[in-house]
């Protein structure tokens, strides 16, 4: 798009750009440490190659709006079509597989399925529980929480077991996906010896994807041989044809869907629990007030389905959590006519720009003057309605906003109540929240010492 006026960063080079105040692992930090200086519109350009990003709620207010833009899979989402194809994450839009595979999959996050969940998730929960009653010293906390979501997709998904909590090694499918991610990630960086330093090479990268697609093929080969009623995500796309049209999806797009829903399905939600109980641990307050929550409406018994959504402020400090470090960090909006961006600047049809949410949930228009402070009161109904619909986008926006959410929420507010209601943590003092980038975001590095709390003896049916 035309760039002219935009502001970007001082001191911007000739021929290298911004590549001074860039590095190849903090992609996103880069970015908003130059919304934060620079304003709600700006641009970076590393070798001629530039970028609009918009982070006040203002102009995303705007962008948001789904008669004037939608969509688009650029950049680090084009790239992953090499992994999840035309999956319902990296479709365009227009693809008809996107409305079909939308369609057909839209039962398996409904109020019915998630009561179907619900057993496969404490079960995962108890898992970790289990591993972390073993535990002698500190966990690192974004790795178990990895293993938790990554077998709850796994068993409430597809009927599978990645086995993560017997392994010590992540499952090679998890190893090959990683690397998959960030090479595709990395084929934006400009510099050729920088991109193939981070992003190893194309023929490992091949080796990966077929890793991938070689599990995915054994289960749902298994499924096919032994049948079966069950309605979870590989059971609908096996013998469901959409509503209206009856049409099926082809075996390559269930392919490409069981990865898209175990790469979309675990990350975020591990990076949300993740950064939930590191700001647990930092503000005592909090958790106490969380604690005795859980205390008051679980009390020692076990959590039934409707159990988990009377969690009002365990919910709010998912919110805030997911406000600080939303883990899906951004998403691009692509313009379905010429537009003027905040009044300003023009966009032709087609042309796109970064929502960065970090920048979004920061807006201190919105959040007040102090945005950094963790403070799930400020999800209370009265605060939300108070503000802005559009200050507050964790799962995406419009027609092509998460389909995963009420799955998320219900699996993350069940683990953090179960480990609430059974652990104090001991956290270490000096940790500073270090932010890892991939695909999404996680505190790396932090680690937890779970003690069992005195009274809890909780009874398992
Ligand atoms: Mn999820 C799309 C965030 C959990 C499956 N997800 C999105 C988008 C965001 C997002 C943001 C929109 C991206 C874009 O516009 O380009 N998702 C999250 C977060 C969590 C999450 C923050 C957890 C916390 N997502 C899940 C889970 C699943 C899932 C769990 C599956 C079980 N998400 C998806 C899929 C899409 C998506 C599939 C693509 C939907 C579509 O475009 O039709």
Redesign the pocket.
Known sequence: MDTTGIPHRPGRLPVIGDLLGSNPRTPLQDTLRVGQQVGPIFTRKIFGFEIVFAGGVDVVTQLNDETKFG?H?GLG?ENLRAVAGD???T?H?HEPN?RL??DI?QPA?SADAMRRYHPVMLEVAHELTDAWDRASGPVDVAADMTRL?LET?GRA?FGYRFGSFERTEPHPFVTAMIRALRFAQLQNVKLPFVRRAFAGSPAQNQADIATMNNLVDEVIEARRREGGESRD?LGLMLTEGHPMTGERLDPVNIRN?AI??VV???E??S??LSFALYYLTRNPEVLAKARAEVDAVWGDREPGFGDVAKLRYVRRV?DEA?RLW???P???REAREDVLLGGKYRMRKGDWVIVP?PLVHRDPAVWGPDPEKFDPDRFEPAAVKKRPAQAY?????????????Q???H??VLALGMVLQRYDFEADPAYELKIAESL?LKPSGFTVRPRARARAKVQTS
């Not at 986008?393 to 959410?405: D, I, L, Q, S």
């Open positions: 969509k899979v989402i999956g319902l994450f479709a839009t996107w595979a939308h999959l996050f979501t997709i998904g995500l869907q898209t829903f979309a399905g675990h975020t939600t990076g949300a998912l997911m939303p883990t899906a951004g998403y691009s949410l986008k964790p799962f995406g926006t419009g027609e092509r906003a998460c389909v995963g959410r799955f998320a929420l699996e993350a999404t």
